[in-house]
């Protein structure tokens, strides 16, 4: 593809937010983060601060940083790499909204039916 100053400069620009977004995602849920589905002690749903904009932040986030590193690199492996991430982690948050519906009920139920699970008013 092609690439030129503006078009890289916008890449990390983009990637560069995509990680901001990641990092307050997960300093927000603070002790309720794990790398597994778990559950904590006192686990509770959180729905405030990234969590009130999309359902899993941290995966927007990340998706963010690879579209903007794929066009700072204007590569087509990079369109494939965006393409196979969104995949690994739709198919991933599928399995924890299943977890966090057995967890919170109803509770959970309205917060996906008010807020979207990567992009926020879209998906």
Request: charged residues 15%; glycine residues 10%.
């Amino acid at each position: 593809m092609p690439i030129d100053r503006w078009t890289f400069w916008g890449g990390a620009v983009l990637t560069l937010a995509g990680l901001l977004v990641t990092v307050w995602a997960r300093v927000h849920l603070g002790r309720n983060w794990s790398g597994t589905i778990t559950v904590k002690q006192d686990h509770e749903l959180i729905t405030s601060g990234p969590y009130r904009l999309v359902r899993h932040p941290i995966y927007s986030g990340l998706l963010l940083a690879f579209m903007g590193g794929a066009l700072a690199r204007g590569e087509w492996r990079g369109i494939v790499a965006v393409v196979l991430t969104f995949w690994a982690f739709w198919w991933k948050l599928r399995t924890e909204e299943q977890w966090m519906r057995e967890q919170f009920g109803l509770a959970y139920e309205e917060y996906a039916h008010r807020v979207a699970a990567l992009v926020p008013f879209v998906l």
